[in-house]
Nanobody
Framework: QVRLVQSGGGSVQPGESLRLTCVASGINFKLYGIAWYRQAPGKERELVAYISSSGDTNYTESVRGRFTISRNNVWTRVNLQMNDLKFEDTAVYYC????????WGQGTQVTVSS
């Protein structure tokens, strides 16, 4: 049974940092790419960052240079380090893996406000 369990998130002020973690179980983790998505109120879910099984990364333009995705295959986790957070980063963040089907984490709220 595939599970993705998220942690991290919270409420911060603009310019501050947060780190999200997604721990996977039930899959041969090192074989799969992992993505982070987010969904802001009233908006569609969007891809934020992706890391391939080989460690290649890509980011949506709005977070490039501020967010860093990384993976630890020993601990079967993916981190999303979010620096210089902006109001528009406020959303529920989800990790995602495409195995035999798509699996999602439970979602983590990130709120950036002054």
């Amino acid at each position: 049974q595939v599970r993705l369990v998220q942690s991290g998130g919270g409420s911060v002020q603009p310019g501050e940092s947060l780190r999200l973690t997604c721990v996977a179980s039930g899959i041969n983790f090192k074989l799969y790419g992992i993505a982070w998505y987010r969904q802001a109120p009233g908006k569609e879910r969007e891809l934020v960052a992706y890391i391939s099984s080989s460690g290649d990364t890509n980011y949506t333009e709005s977070v490039r240079g501020r967010f860093t995705i990384s993976r630890n295959n020993v601990w079967t986790r993916v981190n999303l380090q979010m620096n210089d957070l902006k109001f528009e980063d406020t959303a529920v963040y989800y990790c995602n893996v495409r195995a035999n089907r798509v699996f999602w984490g439970q979602g983590t709220q990130v709120t950036v406000s002054s």
